[in-house]
């Protein structure tokens, strides 16, 4: 049996490299920048495999340039950058890695949560920029983070990951999702149950865990940003679209909420030039950006792919209806 032709838009690392060349002809993508669409589509025409990063998007066009084309596996968890439905009617398998970045991610959030809080990039700069004079008692004082009350929105796996690391902070949790969680679990996370409105009147920080969806594009609009406190901040470690960009600078600018941490973009690597204020940290979608967790991503979605081209389900397949063994 000739071995599967795979095309992979990034050189991964070496444990995934190797997996993937144990039983698929690999081609990988060693470029610093992203490929361009059309040698993306070139390259995929003899493809029946693709394991590819969030930047690119797999949706008809992709599909009709690649007819061999039987699996996607994406390195990430979010996959708002597959159109599934097509996919599915193609039956074509899309896989995500799921469960491998949730600590990492959370603890991303955290990092802009207490980076904005307490002021660290700017006292960065100040002091880099050889501004500082000595103590003083007056400068860059920011906003307790211990004992306020966190809101989280989406509470599921890197949601409650967020939850579990507010202990040591004495916070209150509060959560909103689409489902309300079993009473153990709000015991485990010491968690309770708000309804968003509820939750955004109530908190210090919003932390946002949702996917993106038709439910969650723009979730954020200006009622709700509205409905935040003044002194409070918004933390976007989910996807840029899930919050209405241009709303949100308007917030800021007129004072609704106090500031904000933002790891994900409506338009990456665009950023709206309203962001770009002192009380906003921003990162270029780090949130599994350890060396530790990308390697791991790496190697889920080799194993993915492994799997499908040995015959076997793939762990984790987002539409097993796409699936036919043999
Ligand atoms: C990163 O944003 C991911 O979805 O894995």
Not at 123 to 129: H, L, N, P
Not at 169 to 191: C, H, P, Q, W
Not at 241 to 252: F, I, K, S, Y
Not at 272 to 295: Q, Y
Request: net charge positive.
């Amino acid at each position: 049996m000739p071995k599967a032709k795979v095309f992979i838009t990034h050189p991964l690392y070496p444990g995934a490299r190797n997996l993937l060349q144990s039983c698929c002809e690999c081609e990988f993508w060693s470029k610093q920048e992203r490929p361009q669409r059309e040698e993306f589509l070139g390259r995929l025409k003899d493809k029946n495999g693709l394991v590819c990063l969030l930047t690119e998007r797999v949706g008809d066009d992709v599909l009709r340039a690649a007819p061999k084309l039987r699996i996607v596996a994406n390195v990430a968890v979010g996959y708002d950058n597959v159109d599934l439905p097509a996919c599915t009617k193609r039956a074509v398998v899309v896989t995500n890695t799921p469960g491998v970045l949730d600590e990492t991610t959370a603890d991303f959030a955290w990092a802009l949560l207490l980076a904005v809080a307490r002021r660290v990039v700017e006292a960065d700069q100040y002091v880099r920029a050889g501004n500082w004079q000595g103590f003083d008692f007056d400068q860059f004082c920011g906003t307790d983070v211990w004992g306020k009350t966190l809101g989280i929105v989406g509470f599921g796996r890197i949601g409650r990951a967020v939850a579990r690391r507010s202990a040591g902070f004495g916070m209150k949790v509060i959560y909103n999702s689409k489902t309300r969680a079993s009473d153990e679990i709000e015991k485990e996370f010491r968690a309770e149950y708000r309804d968003l409105n509820a939750l955004l009147a109530e908190s210090d920080f919003v932390t946002l865990h949702v996917p993106l969806n038709g439910n969650t594009r723009q979730m954020f609009d200006a009622p709700k940003l509205f409905r935040m406190k003044p002194t409070a901040y918004l933390i976007n470690t989910s996807r840029g679209p899930v919050v209405d960009e241009a709303a949100l600078v308007h917030a800021l600018e007129s004072k609704k909420i106090a500031g904000a941490g933002l790891d994900v973009f409506e338009q990456e690597p665009f950023v709206h030039p309203g962001l770009k204020r002192p009380n906003v940290v921003l990162a270029p979608h780090l949130g599994s950006a350890s060396n530790e967790t990308r390697a791991k991503m790496a190697t889920t979605a080799a194993q993915n792919a492994v799997a499908f081209f040995q015959g076997q389900r793939p762990p984790n397949m987002l539409n097993p209806e796409a699936f036919k063994n043999g």
